[in-house]
Nanobody
Framework: QVQLVESGGGLVQPGGSLRLSCAAS????????MGWYRQSPGKQRELVAV???????NYADSVKGRFTISRDNAENMVYLQMGSLKPEDTAVYYC?????????WGQGTQVTVSS
């Protein structure tokens, strides 16, 4: 019904910036919630940021002031602008969407922060 495809991951130096994108497709719809999670080896998947239809936003404490989440006017794409990146930000980042009480996940995109 809904497919999520992430892009924009890669290798970046500490202090650098990276922008992740997530495109939602499948059929005409309005997604209530979109966001980003991340997971590092040996750790559980954790929330990074979420944005609701009314543009309410929640961030994890670890990324406040450094990351910015946004969505386009059609509400079918979500972005994560990441700045002041740290090695501990290294993880696979997953796009998340909630549509008609069903949760959807992207396949993930690798972000590596290293000098």
């Amino acid at each position: 019904q809904v497919q999520l495809v992430e892009s924009g991951g890669g290798l970046v130096q500490p202090g650098g910036s990276l922008r992740l994108s997530c495109a939602a497709s499948g059929s005409p719809f309005s997604i209530s919630v979109m966001g980003w999670y991340r997971q590092s080896p040996g750790k559980q998947r954790e929330l990074v940021a979420v944005i609701f239809s009314g543009d309410t936003i929640n961030y994890a404490d670890s990324v406040k002031g450094r990351f910015t989440i946004s969505r386009d006017n059609a509400e079918n794409m979500v972005y994560l602008q990441m700045g002041s990146l740290k090695p501990e930000d290294t993880a696979v980042y997953y796009c998340y969407a909630l549509f008609r009480a069903v949760t959807y996940w992207g396949q993930g995109t690798q972000v590596t922060v290293s000098s």
